[in-house]
């Protein structure tokens, strides 16, 4: 239950601030070396990202690890 509820929070908030940045999931997976497809399915929660490649996503997205598990009230 909290495991689901991190990766959903964790899913809102990359999406959020890639598209505050103004970055495409195509450009973010260009930064990553990645695809677009697996950054849709981190953003849409279907997969578990190592915290060492959700720190490569904050680095991008010039955010803290903290800003991307942040719960908004």
């Not at 509820?5 to 970055?23: E, T």
């Not at 990553?32 to 991008?60: C, M, P, W």
Request: net charge negative; charged share 35%.
């Amino acid at each position: 239950m909290y495991e689901q509820r991190a990766r959903d929070i964790l899913a809102k908030n990359i999406k959020k601030y890639r598209k505050n940045n103004k970055i495409s999931q195509e450009k973010l997976s260009e930064f990553l070396d990645t695809t677009a497809q697996e950054i849709f399915k981190i953003e849409h929660s279907d997969i578990n990202a190592t915290i060492d490649y959700i720190g490569r996503i904050a680095d991008v997205l010039n955010v803290s690890l903290e800003q991307l598990f942040s719960e908004e009230m």
